[in-house]
């Protein structure tokens, strides 16, 4: 069966300090995608990163940087310099039932207190 | 602008009305969503359009019904809702098969009174 985890369900930090969301996913599938989704306050989820289970190289795409390692089953997200506007929902998503669906938990919140 | 675009943001009915919401897209995809969002609840998959057709139906009750007139808009027909319905419905789109990233709308928050 699959599954994924994120087992932090809310995070404070201080505005500036870095922040690590974790993600664990757990598959018998070898080929695979994962997403993360950002869902700040005003409702919209905004598509962040789309990684291959054949692509193991981190990901860097300004403060945001990504970490996947299928040995481990774990694709990390990391903030840094955290920002206040970065308080959100945070999303890892993995494939889900069909063809062409992703399957959304619960996330995890995340608050950056100026 | 996030290229998907749900109206009304904000809608407050009463159980016996009838309304819809509507979903337009602005991205050139093909497949469309409708998800469901309660409060403490994780996000809830509840139809799948592709090239207009229904490929999924998450065991939605019969009170929401989903029209899908071209790739470009997608609606949900509200009737003879139950308090519990109340929630944030998301749509977005994708360009189609094999795990393409999804485009959210802004949401329409619903209440039913």
């Known amino acids: 069966a699959q599954k994924v985890t994120q087992a932090q369900t809310e995070i404070s930090v201080v505005e500036k300090e870095d922040v690590t969301l974790d993600c664990v996913y757990e598959?018998?599938?070898?080929?695979?995608?994962l997403f993360w989704y950002k869902q700040p306050p005003s409702g919209e989820l905004v598509f962040l990163i789309r990684r291959n289970s054949f692509d193991e190289q981190n990901e860097i795409s300004g403060r945001y940087s990504w970490n996947f390692q299928k040995s481990t089953s774990s694709f990390n997200f990391t903030i840094t310099a955290s920002q206040v506007v970065d308080s959100a929902v945070y999303f890892c998503?993995?494939?889900?039932?069909?063809?062409?669906?992703?399957?959304f938990g619960t996330g995890t919140r995340l608050t950056v207190i100026p | 602008e996030t290229g998907v675009t749900q109206t009304p943001r904000h809608l407050v009915m009463g159980m016996t009305n009838k309304k819809s919401l509507k979903c337009e897209q602005h991205l050139g995809h093909n497949a469309m969503y409708w998800y469901k969002q309660s409060a403490k609840k994780p996000l809830e998959l509840m139809f799948v359009?592709?090239?207009?057709?229904?490929?999924e139906n998450n065991s939605v009750p019969s009170r929401f019904s989903p029209e899908c007139p071209n790739s470009s808009h997608l609606f949900l027909h509200l009737h003879t809702l139950q308090p519990e319905d109340s929630a944030l419905y998301l749509c977005a789109s994708s360009k189609g098969q094999g795990y393409q990233p999804q485009h959210f709308g802004d949401g329409t928050r619903l209440s039913i009174l």
């Open positions: 998503a993995p494939p889900g039932s069909g063809a062409n669906n992703l399957f």
């Open positions: 598959t018998r599938d070898t080929t695979y995608y």
């Open positions: 359009y592709n090239f207009k057709e229904q490929t």
